[in-house]
């Protein structure tokens, strides 16, 4: 199975930028959609970015289209979110996870539909 771990949370003010990474230990990497996923204080985990296998495709949850974005690097085993505009409301748990189907030519918007997840990484922004 895949191993996950994500870096990069931490504080920061609203409007400013942060960087999440996720580093996957395993071969079948590469063979796999990637998804962003968050679970803000009092709320359910919720879907907010995906990649295909390839990188050649991505979907946000409205709330991030333009301030976030999602990438890959398959030779590196990661993938990486970039936040920019963050807001109070982006406060968060943020999880990296993987989607198992081999090649995968569509994204995943739930959380069920995820089979590996790192631990999370805890992402507060102050207003």
């Known amino acids: 199975q895949v191993q996950l771990v994500e870096s990069g949370g931490g504080l920061v003010q609203a409007g400013g930028s942060l960087r999440l990474s996720c580093a996957a230990s395993g071969r079948t990497f590469s063979r796999y959609a990637m998804g962003w996923l968050r679970q803000a204080p009092g709320h359910e985990r919720d879907f907010v970015a995906a990649?295909?296998?390839?990188?050649?495709?991505?979907y946000y949850t409205d709330s991030v289209k333009g301030r976030f974005t999602i990438s890959r690097d398959n030779a590196k085993n990661t993938v990486g979110l970039q936040m920019n505009s963050l807001k109070p409301d982006d406060t968060a748990v943020y999880y990296c996870?993987?989607?198992?189907?081999?090649?995968?030519?569509?994204?995943?918007?739930?959380?069920?539909?995820?089979?590996?997840w790192g631990q999370g990484t805890q992402v507060t922004v102050s207003s």
């Open positions: 996870a993987a989607d198992s189907t081999d090649y995968s030519t569509s994204l995943q918007y739930t959380v069920d539909a995820y089979d590996y």
């Open positions: 990649i295909t296998w390839s990188g050649r495709r991505t």
